[in-house]
């Protein structure tokens, strides 16, 4: 059974920047998983930040951007607003179309 | 502007089977590339992808639940529909659906529906 990875927490300052990362159990994520990128607040559905490894939706804020980073997918926060406190999940597509979520990443600014 | 909303029985007893219908609008299941997914999240837990049917009928399925897991589509009427059988208290989450289209796998969400199974 596949599994993708994701830092359970990570905390940042106001102001900072940080990287999350997605990694799957097949060996290094490349451009051909097309990760996805989600932000979800409780109580909210999750909302599309990245899809495609980089590609920003029209609502994504630009200090959001996404990237391979050592074999994995990675989504890098620049300038870290209060606001962008949340759990994020990475989405990556495997071959047949099979779509696996990774765990989550809860991002605490503080 | 797209939107899409579930439905569905908000309870379901253990063993009977969940058919839950994803409505949308503000684009067509019947161009070339698009698909509508459902997923899944228990509370306070991850979210697990379920299922995926594309605009040519083309059908996914988690391969956890693939004997459980059926999906269909009403072009006419845009709407998808899933039933899952057997249900069981470990099936309870909130199920969404969401619009793929090409490798932006799931841009547009709807709110999501919270099914609890319980006798």
């Known amino acids: 059974q596949t599994v993708v990875t994701q830092e359970p927490s990570l905390t940042v300052s106001p102001g900072g920047t940080v990287t999350l990362t997605c990694a799957s159990s097949t060996g290094a994520v490349t451009s051909g998983y097309y990760p996805n990128w989600f932000q979800q607040k409780p109580g909210q559905a999750p909302r599309a930040l990245i899809y495609s490894t980089s590609n920003k939706h029209s609502w994504t804020p630009a200090r959001f951007s996404g990237s391979l980073l050592g074999g994995k997918a990675a989504l890098t926060l620049s300038g870290v607003q209060p606001e962008d406190e949340a759990e994020y999940y990475c989405l990556l597509y495997y071959g047949g179309a099979q779509l696996v979520f990774g765990g989550g990443t809860k991002l605490t600014v503080l | 502007q797209i939107t899409l909303k579930e439905s569905g029985p908000t309870l379901v007893k253990p063993t009977q089977t969940l058919t839950l219908t994803c409505t949308f609008s503000g684009f067509s299941l019947s161009t070339s590339g698009v698909g509508v997914g459902w997923i899944r999240q228990p509370p306070g837990k991850a979210l697990e992808w379920l299922a995926l049917i594309y605009w040519n009928d083309d059908k996914r399925y988690s391969p956890s639940l693939k004997s459980r897991l059926t999906i269909t589509k009403d072009t006419s009427k845009n709407q998808v529909v899933l039933t899952m059988t057997n249900m069981d208290p470990v099936d309870t989450a909130t199920y969404y659906c969401?619009?793929?289209?090409?490798?932006?796998?799931?841009?547009?969400w709807g709110q999501g529906t919270l099914v609890t199974v319980s006798s």
């Open positions: 969401a619009r793929l289209s090409g490798y932006d796998l799931a841009g547009y």
